[in-house]
């Protein structure tokens, strides 16, 4: 008996040892090495500035995207004005007559009109009706080329 008291006595005191050694394990585990403290407000303060960067970057991407729509739908519009434009050039050139051929001599000044028909004979009212212009501008379009000739 006396022998499992002994056994009994000794277990008891190695489960203090034990325990003992768990607590001081346990203790220098949850202490934290001397300048671990300085590098874990170190790290906190770099997630901060991170996180204060991450927010200014993602409201500057926000606004940039919105510019970007906005500009896109300024384009969009432009190019349906563009193609309305087109569509209205399109029909007005399809309800025009057709130009003159390429054989039609084209059409002399209206100066040089003047004069050919005055020197066919027509008067200055025949031209100024011929032509669809007033009588005063006919006879100044004479006078003048009549003067241009004189002085040569």
């Known amino acids: 008996m006396e022998q499992s008291f002994f056994i009994a006595l000794l277990l008891v005191l190695l489960d203090g040892v034990l325990i003992v050694c768990f ?6 585990r949850s202490r934290l090495p001397e300048g671990s403290q300085e ?5 906190q303060q ?7 960067m991450t927010a200014t970057f993602a409201t500057n991407l926000e606004e940039r995207m919105a510019i970007v729509q906005r500009v896109t739908a300024q384009l969009d519009e432009k190019i349906r004005e563009a193609e309305k434009m087109v569509k209205d050039l399109d029909r007005v050139k399809q309800k025009e007559p057709p130009s003159r051929s ?10 040089e009109q003047v ?5 066919k004979g027509l ?10 212009k007033p009588v005063g501008e006919v006879e100044l379009i004479l006078n003048l080329k009549k003067l ?5």
Not at 23 to 28: A, K, N, P, S
Not at 115 to 119: I, Q, Y
């Open 46 to 52: 770099l997630i901060n500035e991170m996180n204060g």
């Open 39 to 43: 590098l874990k407000q170190n790290l």
């Open 115 to 119: 004069v050919l028909l005055a020197k």
């Open 148 to 152: 241009s000739l004189e002085n040569r």
């Open 23 to 28: 607590i001081l394990l346990w203790r220098r």
């Open 102 to 111: 390429a054989k039609t001599p084209p059409k002399n000044s209206e100066g």
């Open 123 to 132: 008067d200055a009212e025949a031209i100024a009706r011929k032509l669809q």
